[in-house]
Each structure stands twice: as C-alpha cells, then as structure tokens.
C-alpha cells in the first residue's frame, strides 16, 4: 500500500461520521484525498500491479467513506457497541474489526447468500492453522498450473492478440485458465490473511468463512454474481442504492428496488474498474471494463424476463418437476421405486438435471462472449503475466517469469 493509501486510510477513520466534524467537510475532505491518491499511483509508478493495487485500493476506500456517510451514524454506532458488548473487546478493537469486516461476517449487517461456515468454537487455534495452510499449499500449486498455461497462451501475454481470433476450444480454455488464475489468487490472499489474524489473535476461526461460493451455484448470472464471486464490495456497491431506494419511498421487494440494486451496483463496479484499468494501462482508455459490467447487468436482466415468461407459462419452474417426485422404501437391501418404473424414474432424474446443466451452458457461454475484450486489455497491458501469475514455480523450479519465454 502506498503512502497516499495509507493517508487515505487515515482520513476515512478521522473523518469517520461518529466523529464532530461536519458531514460535508468530511466527504469532500475524503473524496479530495482518494482522488490524489489516484493521480499520485498513476503518475509515479511505473510498475503495473503498483498502479492498480492502488488505484483499487483508493476507489475502495472511496466508497467504504460514502456508505459510512450515507448511512445513519447511529446505526453504526449502535452495530457497533452491541459486537463489542457481545464479544466484550474494546470499542477500539470493534473499529479495527469493522473496518477489515468487509462483508460483515458476525455482524448484523452480514451479506447474504455467503458461504457457510466451515469453523466452529470449538476449533482450536493450531486445528485451523493446519487446515488452513494445506487449503493454502492447494492454493498454490492451483495457481502454478494456472500460471504455466497462461504463459503458454498466446492470448493472455502482452505480446498476444485477441482471444476472438482463436479457435472456440481455446477461447474456453484461456476464460476458464483466467477465471482461476484470478479466483485463486483472491482465495489464496484471502487465506493466508486468516492465517496471520488468528495467529496474532486478531481474530477468531469462525469469523472466517470462504471467499467464494460453491461453482455448483452458478447455473444463473444472479447466482453467480451474488452467491458464487466474492462479496467484498457488495457492502459499498449497494449502499448508494438503498438509499435512493428509502428517499424515494420505493418497496424494498419490489422489482423496482431489485433492478435499482443491480444497475447502480454494476455501474459503480464499472467506474472502479475502469479508474483501476486507466492507472494500469496508461494509454488505453479501459472502456472494456465499462463494457463487461453493463453486459452483466444487461445478461441479468435478460435472465430474469426469461425465467419469469416461463414461469407464467409453465404452472411452476423451479427445477423440481413435480411429475417425478418417487419415494423408495428399502425392501432388504434393494430400494423399490413406487409408482414409477425404472426407466420412467431416470428420464425424471434426467429432466431435474436438465434446466441445471442448461442454466451452467448459459452462464459460461455469456462470460465467453462477454469477457474477451477486457482479458485482452488486461494481458496486452501486461498485468496477467506480471500480476496474476506466480513469479516462481513450484512445479517446474524455475524463479523467475523470464525463465518461461
């Protein structure tokens, strides 16, 4: 982190809205810092991953200020004391804890839809350290394999061309290649950090959970974006839109709400991606970030008026056709299917099956056709061979990334 992040950080705690300070002064003292922060990381570092990592850090820190500013200080006040009352810390150890509580796992404003938690309190310290480091060793070796492939694509090196050009069989294998060198480099950060806070006690093993979801998860966009990809920034992307939503007086299960959730959320990932892409890439505009988050937004949409046409015309689709349900009794050791025969209970299990794997078809067939203009930007930038891949490999003992060309 740079020291212009490191500022920012420090404003947003001084500036934090239980503070006396006025609103306003506030936000644009914090709005003010973030953005020089920007120019600071864009203008003076050479390095790539520099660049980015800060100018993501600074959008982030950024909308973590407007959420605090748009919601009410009581609440956060109130959220506040009733963790530390609860697990009877100190009000400075609550802030530390709600600052780096991103998708406020333990507290009651925890996103929805996460991973279960896989730690009890009963799991003692050095148990969730060995898992921990064998899910992390894992890791690792998942992002080593990742990395000797993506130097070994054409489409995903600085010197590459487009992913389009390619034949469709390689076309899939560079996305789902990039889908894990990214989803694994998150996982595996993500992991090591718990490492370091429950070693140092910082926190406790069951304040942990995943970062992603289940892949099984993913046979719809919405499924995807809310339940299967991390949830780190669903706290600030859907706050400004909350509040549109109560200062208007709108529903909150209305489809209104839920569109005006969505497109704000999408838009707001869309600039943060694209000040991100613009400090990385330097002389390319970034418009492909802009491109792929609308295209999601779109895709959901989309999704949704389908599933509801065929909702309205079948009497109910959810997954479950309730022509096949069947009940098996155990008559000694063979199960016995009543009311149905054999082959008419496959074909049942065949068509539960069916709106899944058409649904996993969808999803994947929407990131291909979505996604290639924005990997490519990132490769030809250089920030898939410098910031995503290892530099080192485990697999084949060479350190450095030259070693590979």
Not at 250 to 271: D, G, K, V
Not at 316 to 333: H, I, N, P, V, W
């Amino acid at each position: 982190m740079s020291l212009a992040s490191a500022t920012c950080l420090w404003a947003g705690v001084v500036f934090h809205p239980l503070s006396n300070v006025k609103k306003a002064f506030r936000l644009s003292m914090f709005a003010t810092l973030c953005i020089l922060n920007i120019c600071l990381v864009t203008f003076l570092f050479n390095d790539i991953v520099l660049a980015y990592a800060g100018c993501a850090t600074s959008m982030a820190l950024l909308y973590t200020g407007l959420e605090m500013e748009l919601e009410d200080p009581h609440d956060i006040q109130g959220r506040l004391k009733s963790h530390c009352a609860a697990r009877e810390i100190s009000l400075k150890q609550g802030a530390w804890d709600m600052l780096f509580s991103v998708r406020g796992v333990g507290w009651e404003n925890e996103n929805p839809h996460l991973p279960p938690r896989p730690y009890s309190h009963s799991v003692t310290t050095s148990q969730f350290m060995r898992e921990q480091f064998f899910e992390l060793l894992c890791g690792v070796l998942l992002l080593d394999v990742a990395s000797i492939y993506n130097r070994s694509s054409p489409a995903l090196t600085a010197t590459g061309t487009s992913l389009h050009t390619f034949p469709l069989f390689w076309q899939c294998c560079d996305l789902i290649s990039y889908a894990l060198t990214y989803r694994t480099g998150i996982a595996v950060l993500h992991t090591a950090h718990s490492m370091v806070s429950v070693y140092f006690k910082l926190s406790a093993p069951q304040d942990w959970v995943p970062a992603f979801g289940a892949w099984s998860d993913a046979y719809t966009l919405r499924r995807f974006w809310g339940r299967v990809w991390h949830q780190f920034f669903r706290g600030f992307l859907t706050r400004p839109a909350l509040y549109l939503i109560n200062r208007f007086n709108i529903r909150r299960q209305s489809n209104a709400s839920a569109y005006i959730q969505l497109y704000t959320a999408f838009s707001l990932s869309a600039l943060m991606f694209l000040v991100t892409d613009f400090g990385m890439m330097r002389r390319q505009t970034g418009l492909q970030s802009v491109w792929f988050f609308a295209a999601q937004a779109v895709g959901i949409t989309v999704e949704d008026t389908v599933l509801k046409m065929l909702t309205s015309y079948f009497d109910s689709f959810d997954m479950q056709d309730a022509s096949c349900k069947y009940r098996t009794l155990e008559a000694g050791s063979q199960p016995v299917v009543e009311d149905l025969s054999r082959r008419k209970a496959l074909s049942c299990r065949a068509r539960q099956h069916l709106p899944y794997i058409i649904g996993y078809a969808w999803v994947f067939t929407w990131f291909l056709y979505t996604s290639p203009p924005w990997i490519w930007a990132r490769a030809y930038a250089g920030y898939v061979d410098s910031g995503m891949n290892l530099r080192f490999s485990v697999l084949t003992w060479k350190l450095d990334a030259r070693d590979f060309r």
